[in-house]
T-cell receptor, first 114, second 114 residues
Framework: DQQVKQNSPSLSVQEGRISILNCDYT??????FLWYKKYPAEGPTFLIS?????DKNEDGRFTVFLNKSAKHLSLHIVPSQPGDSAVYFC?????????????FGDGTTLTVKP | KAGVTQTPRYLIKTRGQQVTLSCSPI?????VSWYQQTPGQGLQFLFE???????NKGNFPGRFSGRQFSNSRSEMNVSTLELGDSALYLC?????????????FGPGTRLLVL
């Protein structure tokens, strides 16, 4: 049973437009969510996070939205830039337990075309 | 601060052999987690160590084991390698592994089993 799902394996957008990456989860115990970005031959790097007490968190061009009732979160990138082309992983954990155990989605490959 | 380092970066083994991978966390970080990434799969959690103790374990067979040393460096061992063990193995460190901490990933060790 996959507890964190990213249903779109890939997404292609034009430079300057908005990129929206989606993530669904099934475990209602998850209360902390993160997005990581991964370039080829590198490990994932942290991008942005949100706890379940919020429904939105913004950091520059990146905004994460959380809909707890739908168990859905999304990452918005505005405006998209070619350097944003990477694999994006959604991850979830339980704040009351150890962050050392995060559950990841399969990733979405974002391609931003110049 | 130096980032998370993993050695070796690439490894080729044959079925039935065993392998040991090494991870040096960011200085001061005491939590080290290991993940397996295979094509089309997200990051699958293997285990997490904190202060030389395994705190969390994922759903992997007993052939996968690990340990952590007093300086927080960690090793992961896979015995009796199978073709399906070919993957990118990532380690991540965090300060204390509490629920809201970001994990910092190393570049990974790519293992190919022939």
């Amino acid at each position: 049973d996959q507890q964190v799902k990213q249903n779109s394996p890939s997404l292609s957008v034009q430079e300057g437009r908005i990129s929206i990456l989606n993530c669904d989860y099934t475990n209602s115990m998850f209360d902390y969510f993160l997005w990581y970005k991964k370039y080829p031959a590198e490990g994932p790097t942290f991008l942005i996070s949100i706890s379940s007490i919020k429904d939105k968190n913004e950091d520059g061009r990146f905004t994460v939205f959380l809909n707890k009732s739908a168990k859905h979160l999304s990452l918005h990138i505005v405006p998209s830039q070619p350097g944003d082309s990477a694999v994006y992983f959604c991850a979830a954990s339980e704040m009351g337990t150890n962050a050392g155990k995060s559950t990841f989605g399969d990733g979405t490959t974002l391609t931003v075309k110049p | 601060k130096a980032g998370v380092t993993q050695t070796p970066r690439y490894l080729i083994k044959t079925r039935g052999q065993q392998v040991t991978l090494s991870c040096s966390p960011i200085s001061g970080h005491r939590s080290v987690s290991w993940y397996q990434q295979t094509p089309g799969q997200g990051l699958q959690f293997l285990f997490e160590y904190f202060s030389e103790t395994q705190r969390n374990k994922g759903n992997f067979p007993g052939r996968f084991s690990g340990r952590q040393f007093s300086n927080s460096r960690s090793e992961m061992n896979v015995s009796t390698l199978e073709l399906g063990d070919s993957a990118l193995y990532l380690c991540a460190s965090s300060s204390s592994g509490t629920g809201m901490e970001t994990q910092y990933f190393g570049p990974g060790t790519r293992l190919l089993v022939l």
